[in-house]
């Protein structure tokens, strides 16, 4: 799983993800302990073995490296959907920038589910865990406005996967705004669209 970790962030920082030492992803192992990348990585570069052991609340087991600051939105995420393993945080520069413009990816655009957008939280601080809170059951991805995205799965490549299909989606629409007035999905198709991702509920 170490090896995997550091492929997915190798890869993130690749494609233009990350940069610097942004972003962070965390995996649960097992019921009693986590694993997730350290404080002040980059994760272009990381190493399988600069993944931190942590316990379910974050803590590290071991005094060798500090883990992410952004430690509270992953045990967070964890505890609260025990059918997810894997939990990606990216400042992703498309989705970031769709959020600074104020593009509502939630409204349906094209075909894929609602991506909502929280409010306003600091990075590094508990603020983003009580903004995430609301979207944490229904969704598996959600944007910090100014911050950046987090997604959840239920392993590592799927979590990949939804960096990528949201980075996607948000270029798709800045692309759009750009050339001209954006037309949002009927009522109908939004709702056909809801069904098939399991989202009556936000019908």
């Given at each position: ?119 306003y939280a600091r ?73 098939f991702w399991g ?5």
């Open positions: 799983m170490r090896l995997e970790l550091a492929r997915i962030s190798h890869l993130m920082y690749e494609r233009g993800y990350n940069s610097s030492i942004n972003g962070n992803i965390s995996w649960r192992q097992d019921n009693n302990t986590l694993l997730m990348s350290p404080s002040g990585a980059h994760l272009g570069f990381i190493q399988p073995d600069d993944f931190v052991v942590t316990d379910l609340d974050g803590s590290p087991l071991a005094k060798c490296r500090k883990q992410t600051s952004e430690y509270r939105v992953h045990v967070e995420i964890l505890k609260a959907r025990p059918d997810c393993r894997c939990v990606i945080h990216a400042h992703s520069p498309y989705a970031i920038a769709a959020s600074v413009i104020g593009i509502d990816l939630n409204n349906t655009y094209i075909s894929v589910a609602p991506v909502p957008t929280t409010s990075a590094s601080s508990g603020q983003s865990v009580d903004v995430l809170r609301p979207y944490v059951q229904d969704y598996n991805w959600a944007i910090l406005p100014r911050h950046g995205i987090v997604v959840w799965a239920d392993s590592v490549w799927n979590a990949f996967l939804r960096v990528e299909g949201l980075e996607d989606y948000a270029r798709v629409m800045i692309v759009s705004h750009a050339c001209g007035p954006v037309q949002p999905m009927t009522c109908e198709r939004r709702r056909e669209l809801l069904n989202l009556e509920k936000l019908v």
